[in-house]
């Protein structure tokens, strides 16, 4: 701190840090991206392990044996599906009980504010069936779960038969030392947020739900079964939920450790793991894997069922079945077994699973980055945000600086009032809100007056109103004071800049990857931005144009890349489903977008248009 | 056939008459005259189809007679000196749960005509009652006690209501004699003494989890003490009961378990249950009719459930080789009494179950507003045990197991919201009965650490706001006592009643935590305490067995009876520090960006000024010298 604080050689920093401001920044830009990319190379990484002492050497035997009851469970429940054209909630709370479960039930409605037209559902009604299995001498203070969703056609029938077989199973055991209850869930997603929000009694997202009767205490873990065919090749575990939350690396540990017990495959993001790190594919493969899951992650939805119980501090995860072209096949009593363990594992729990990380990326089941090394990625390129800052405020202060020892020099004629930094900022919020609340409640306007559906109505209304921010607010200054001057902009941009760097930093905090993927698109745009640059340029870095790329990419990444026209489609339903998720489950991203990051970014394309 | 039934109701009246006695201080087996020939009429339904030869055998026993006290002393003369005057009586009630469960219910009392609390009397002369439980009473002074270790939740929807109801870990509440003046300092040694004597944590219990309450909690013996500053209540929602508990309490017992019914107590079976509650009950009891003078009473309660899933290995059969892996061969030699009950109520023609080898002898009773009708076997008759000489009672399941129960009265708990701020306790009190209204007592004792926000009480039943007539609301004091909480609530029939209050998750100081914090804390049951209009007096439409006189107003007694329901506890988690590593890292990174925002900040705000150094002496003393004489000061 000496150094900063003798004025010569203050003087003298800030001096080298201004001159070589736009190297340190192209460095620093690079070094994060670098650092980001590295972080797949496995050398670098962590191997996983068992935090959590319960659940570490206590080796359980898995003793489940009725694979092939549950398969023809899973026939019998195809067809009263079918014969109720639903969810057949007769049968199964039947099934439930004759299997000595405390069954309930809990209808719920939901009328969505658009229809949502990749699932095709607009006023959503239907009934989640529960049974409890409760623990021999507990006192229904603890539970776990095990969700399987009931989805129309014929998917899924495996998982809630495996689930049935699962429940006759575990009631005959004496060991259960926390509840266990068994949900069946109708309109996956919907009536998963319906049943929790009926759990704990909260209502945040305007559900018209029945009052839930059977409750078993605080819910320590959950696992939602997805499974759609009688044998599998691997199981996919997926671990994205709601606003990039993820439950803790205990959880995947676990379904790794008994996938590797029981000799079945396991993947993370659809990939298998590969040992050849030190070739150039292996490198591939890995970054692949991270780069989905940043890409997952970032988009702050549920990926699966499990995705919504992390907002109430439950560790949750999705095995999901994958059936493909190869050989090697596992049937329903290894699944079966590998689910047992695990719950017999998170019965042993003492407390919740709090030992391993929440904050981490997995290049592969069997690697993962942690906060700490992660962070330096993003900080890298927060920092560039901060130089430049400090570069507006050396320029910005030189002549005060000048006058130095001199007692007080009168008010600077050229220094813009308060109100030409304000007016650019007030009305890029404002149309932020317009941003965040016109699409929804002007559908019935724009379907009136336009051949379009109402989802189409949402979407296009949304990017009408964010093409229309471009226009609107870059010569307000001009009204007020005239010519736009040098120093104007200048302030507003560090302003803006300074704004941009606290959004970027508390996002990056609670997702990551959302975090890091906005600042690598609007960092070197927002730091290089002068009056003189091209319009082009800018808008092709804008955060709408972001969610195109990452659309892209993450089709690329998926090994399903698609064409111009596609990508356009899955871009619209992108918005959509984001404008959805915001509504139906609480998603933050849409909000976040629209309500800061958009108008922020606003306050960088005025500078544009300052002259 | 008719006649036949008429001619055997005369004689089982007959019977009955000359073994009837009209007194009885048990609870259970409180049943008068009146029911008495109510019962024999009805009887004649329940066994019609039993051979003639084999009726003339069956008998209605008085369950009164048993319990009467001039005769079992008479019983017990033959055996013991007078000077005495103690007694010991055990007995086991198994009732078949509609779930196909079993419940098995044991109750041993030991009555001893002394009084420990008189002054300047030393009792040191111990025969049936146990010694250290009797020097604990008169120590401490202590008129009533009630502790029960309970593992496991009750299922009242499933299962009915208990015999002794009690919460999930342990339950201890004491009236002090009101001689005592130092109540507090008498709890806390009373507490650590029963510890000892339990093997349970019982120490744990001090002022932070102690409540007294006001109205729900009154003496069941003698004495109309009401002052609640002689009440101590406390609960440990935690405690674990395993057969460390176990053994210290079959050790009161005089036979412990080399004889009578205890021999059944084996800890592998009774810990391989669904549910599993221990109690001991001691109160002052009248020693004669006119209560010249007390006797104390001192009764030992174990309640198991057996599972038909996890025990039952899914056939639907019990005996007692199953639940207990023994069989009875001899009653306690000690005991003044000792039987087997088997609650057939519902099976009166036998097309639920099966029971073998039948008895002639049938009991009723009227327990928690209901008349039921029990089997008994008498362990002091040689010919219960048959040639085996040995006992097994067997019960086989026919038909199949029954829906959900629905309780007159039930009540549940849970915490609301989410995120470790704040949060909501909801309390739901069910009346399921379907036209009479009655008031309950709700008595909720939560840890300090939850912070109540008693204004956000609110109590609403079918949508309406519900004002409770009275509500005794003791604040707590932080790290210091808990808060009480008591209302009195009016049930509407056929209702839900849901209670909430809001509360605030406190952070505590770092060395306040658990050695697992983040398993969560917990939060005793709520008790609701009520006189609920029992089923006998709702059955209207009873004119089919039972003359029209005995049937137009309810008898007094059986009118309404006392519940106690207690919630399941709950587990809350509070805000954790993370106590592992990165907490280290936490604190330290906290540290550095402290001291580092501190001196960027001290930079960012500071302007500086070059400072003049101070003249030298020489050119001080000229400027003096020139101020003076007036002339221009050097620079």
């Known amino acids: ?69 549950a398969l023809s469970l899973a ?85 809630v038969a495996l689930l049935l077989a699962l429940a006759q199973y575990f009631r005959n055991q004496i060991y259960w030392a926390k509840d266990i209850i068994f949900l069946v869930n109708e309109h996956d997603l919907i009536g998963t947020q319906a049943w929790l929000e009926g759990y704990h009694h909260t209502n945040i997202t305007e559900y018209i739900s029945g009052s839930l009767r059977g409750r078993a205490g605080s819910i320590q873990a959950a696992l939602s079964l997805e499974l759609s065919s009688d044998v599998i090749t691997s199981l996919d575990l997926v671990l994205e939920g709601l606003n990039g939350q993820l439950p803790n690396l205990d959880l995947a540990n676990l379904f790794y450790a008994f996938c590797q017990k029981l000799g079945v495959l396991c993947t993370i ?90 904050f981490y990326l997995l290049p592969s089941l069997s690697r993962f980055v942690s906060i700490g090394y992660y962070m330096p990625a993003f900080g890298l390129l927060a920092v560039i945000l901060l130089l430049r800052a400090l570069d507006l405020w050396v320029h910005l202060g030189a002549p005060a600086l000048a006058a130095v020892d001199g007692v007080t020099e009168a008010e600077q004629p050229s220094s813009p009032g308060v109100l030409t930094v304000l007016t650019p900022v007030v009305i890029s919020h404002l149309t932020g809100v317009a941003l965040y609340l016109l699409p929804v409640h002007l559908q019935e306007m724009a379907v009136e007056h336009f051949p379009v559906s ?75 931005i002068t009056p003189a640059l091209y319009a082009v340029v800018m808008v092709l870095l804008s955060p709408a144009f972001t969610i195109l790329y990452c659309v892209f990419i993450y089709q690329e990444l998926i090994e399903a890349p698609v064409s111009v026209s596609e990508g356009w489609m899955l871009f619209l339903s992108v918005i959509s489903q984001g404008i959805l998720d915001h509504a139906l489950y609480g998603s933050l991203v849409y909000p976040l977008l629209a309500l800061f990051i958009y108008p922020c970014w606003l306050m960088f394309w005025n500078i544009l248009f300052w002259n | 056939m008719a006649a036949h039934r008429c001619g055997l109701s005369l004689v089982c009246i007959l019977i009955f008459s000359s073994l009837a006695h009209p007194s009885s201080c048990d609870t259970l087996e409180k049943a008068n ?85 008189q002054e300047g009397q030393k009792v040191s002369h111990y025969r049936l009652f146990p010694k250290s439980l009797g020097q604990v009473l008169s120590k401490f002074s202590v008129r009533e006690l009630h502790i029960s270790f309970t593992q496991g939740f009750w299922r009242t929807m499933q299962w009915g209501q208990p015999f002794i109801p009690s919460p999930p870990g342990a339950e201890l509440w004491v009236w002090f004699h009101d001689t005592v003046s130092d109540v507090d300092g008498n709890w806390k040694e009373l507490t650590n003494v029963l510890s000892g004597i339990f093997c349970a944590s019982l120490n744990f219990i001090d002022l932070t989890n102690t409540v007294q309450p006001s109205a729900s909690f009154k003496p069941l013996g003698l004495g109309n003490a009401t002052d609640h500053r002689f009440l101590r209540y406390a609960t440990l929602p935690r405690e674990i009961v395993c057969t460390e508990n176990l053994t210290p309490w079959k050790k009161l017992l005089p036979c412990g378990s ?108 009227v327990v928690l507003g209901d008349r039921r009708t029990y089997s008994v076997y008498d362990l002091s008759r040689a010919e219960t045990f048959g040639q085996l000489r040995s006992f097994n009672l067997l019960l086989r399941w026919k038909g199949d197991s029954g829906d959900m129960l629905r309780p007159l009265l039930h009540a549940e708990r849970y915490v609301a919201g989410f995120g470790l701020q704040t949060g909501e306790i909801h ?30 009480l609110t109590v609403t039943s079918k949508s309406r706001d519900n004002k409770p007539s009275y509500i005794h609301y003791q604040p707590a004091k932080d790290r210091h006592r808990p808060h009480l909480l008591e209302m009195l609530i009016q049930l509407p029939p056929h209702s839900m009643t849901e209670v909430t209050v809001q509360f605030e998750r406190a952070l505590l100081k770092w060395t306040e935590y658990t050695p697992d914090p983040n398993h969560g804390f917990y939060v005793g049951s709520s008790v609701v305490s009520a006189l609920v209009p029992s089923m006998v007096a709702m059955r209207t439409n009873f004119t089919q067995d039972q003359p029209l006189f005995s049937s137009f107003v309810p008898v007094k007694e059986e009118s309404s009876y006392f519940v106690r329901v207690y919630t399941e506890p709950l587990l809350v988690n509070l805000p954790t520090p993370d106590f592992s590593m990165p907490y280290n890292v936490i604190c330290l990174t906290c540290t550095v960006v402290a001291v580092g925002y501190g001196s960027f900040y001290n930079l960012l705000t500071r302007t500086f000024q070059v400072d003049e150094p101070s003249p030298p002496l020489s050119k001080r003393l000229a400027n003096l010298i020139r101020r003076m004489r007036g002339v221009p000061l050097l620079t």
């Open chain 2, 258 to 365: 080399k004889a009578g019914l205890a021999v059944l107590m084996k800890s592998e079976k009774l810990f391989h249950s669904s549910f599993h509650s221990q109690a001991v009950h001691i109160r002052p009891i009248c020693q004669d009719e006119q209560c010249s003078s007390k006797a104390w009473e001192l009764r030992q309660t174990l309640n198991v459930v057996f599972d038909l899933h996890t025990s039952g290995q899914g056939k639907k059969e019990w005996s007692l080789f199953k639940m207990f892996s023994r069989t009875l061969t001899e009653a306690c030699p000690l005991a003044s009494s000792s039987k087997v009950y088997v609650d057939i109520t519902d099976n009166p023609e036998g097309e639920l179950f099966e029971l073998s080898p039948a008895t002639p002898l049938l009991g009723q009773a």
């Open chain 2, 33 to 117: 005259d009146n029911t008495a020939e109510k019962r024999s009429i009805s009887e004649v339904n329940t066994d019609g189809s039993v051979a003639g030869e084999a009726l003339n055998e069956r008998q209605w026993q008085s369950t009164d007679a048993e319990v009467d006290r001039s005769d079992s002393t008479t019983h017990s003369e033959a055996l013991t000196p007078a000077a005495a005057r103690d007694e010991f009586q055990e007995e086991l009630v198994i009732r078949p749960l509609h779930s196909g469960d079993i419940y098995a219910s044991f109750q041993f009392r030991t009555l001893w005509d002394t009084d420990f609390l």
């Open chain 1, 75 to 159: 026939k019998e429940f195809d067809a009263h599906k079918r014969k109720a054209g639903g969810m057949p909630v007769e049968w199964l709370v039947k099934a439930m009980q004759s299997r000595g479960l405390e069954v309930f039930t809990q209808s719920f409605s939901r009328k969505l504010p658009f229809p949502d037209e990749n699932k095709e559902r607009y006023m959503v009604r239907g009934t989640n069936v529960y049974g409890i299995l409760r623990a021999p001498r507990a006192p229904r203070t603890e539970a776990l779960v095990i969700t399987a969703p009931c989805s129309p056609g014929n998917t899924n029938n495996q998982a």
């Open chain 1, 454 to 528: 109402e989802t189409e109505a949402v979407v296009l209304t949304a990017i009408a109103i964010y093409t229309a921010g471009l226009a609107l607010p870059h010569n307000t200054q001009r009204l007020l004071s005239g010519e736009g001057t040098e120093q104007g902009w200048k302030v507003l941009k560090l302003t803006a800049l300074l704004y941009l760097a606290v959004l970027l930093g508390c996002t990056a905090l609670i997702n990551f990857s959302l975090g890091f993927i906005l600042a690598v698109t609007l960092v070197p745009i927002t730091a290089s």
């Open chain 2, 427 to 456: 309390t739901v009190i069910y009346n399921n009965h379907p036209y009479r209204a009655f008031p309950v007592l709700l008595m909720d004792s939560v840890p300090w650490y939850l912070q109540l926000y008693i204004h956000t």
């Open chain 1, 1 to 69: 701190m000496g150094l900063l604080s003798d004025p010569n050689r203050r003087k003298a920093l800030t001096g080298l840090l201004t001159r070589l401001n736009t190297p340190i920044c192209i460095v620093c830009y690079l070094a994060g991206i670098v650092w980001f990319m590295g972080l797949a190379f496995e050398p670098f990484t962590l191997r996983t392990y068992m935090s959590e002492n319960a659940m570490g050497s206590t080796m359980v035997e898995e003793r489940f044996s009725s694979g092939e009851r």
């Open chain 1, 269 to 358: 993001q659809g990939k298998l793991q590969r040992n050849d790190w030190d070739t150039a594919e292996g490198y591939t493969h890995a970054a692949q894997t991270m780069m989905l899951m940043v890409l997952k992650q970032a988009c702050g939805r549920s990926w699966g069922d499990h995705g919504l119980f992390l907002r109430y501090h439950i560790e949750a995860a999705s095995v999901r079945g994958i059936n493909s072209f190869r050989h090697y096949k596992t049937d329903a009593t290894t699944i079966g077994r590998l689910l047992e363990g695990m719950v017999r594992k998170l019965n042993n729990l003492l407390e919740r699973l709090h030992q391993s990380y929440f």
